[in-house]
């Protein structure tokens, strides 16, 4: 089971922190990944971490702006979200799969958590 909390209502050049908390699996077996959706458009990727923290994976619309870690010992992924921006605004979902599901896309993932709704205003 995942969960996904944090968001909220910032405005543009704000900061937000994402938490996915895990339960129920072996934490340090699935890489994680952060979606989002927007209204009216597809769930894009966003960023990934595989299951040691060793490789993190960013979107180019988020590159240098956000930044994925995670603590296996707490069974959390965070996503750190800064300079955020209006289009940054839409519903975050985490999601979890064994492997090297980084890359793969939403297909990629078996498990999801429900979304958090992040929102930036201008």
């Known amino acids: 089971q995942l969960q996904a909390f944090g968001g909220g209502s910032v405005q543009a050049g704000g900061s937000l922190r994402l938490s996915c908390a895990a339960s129920?699996?072996?934490?340090?077996?699935?890489?994680i990944g952060w979606f989002r959706q927007a209204p009216g458009k597809e769930r894009e990727g966003v960023s990934c971490i595989d299951s040691s923290g060793d490789s993190t994976y960013y979107a180019d619309s988020v590159k240098g702006r956000f930044t994925i870690s995670r603590d296996n010992a707490k069974n959390t992924v965070y996503l750190q979200m800064n300079s955020l921006k209006p289009e940054d605004t839409a519903v975050y979902y985490c999601?979890?799969?064994?492997?090297?599901?980084?890359?793969?896309?939403?297909?990629?993932?078996?498990?999801w958590g429900q979304g958090t709704l992040v929102t930036v205003s201008s």
């Open positions: 999601a979890a799969d064994l492997g090297d599901p980084c890359g793969l896309g939403p297909l990629g993932f078996s498990s």
């Open positions: 129920g699996f072996t934490f340090d077996d699935y890489a």
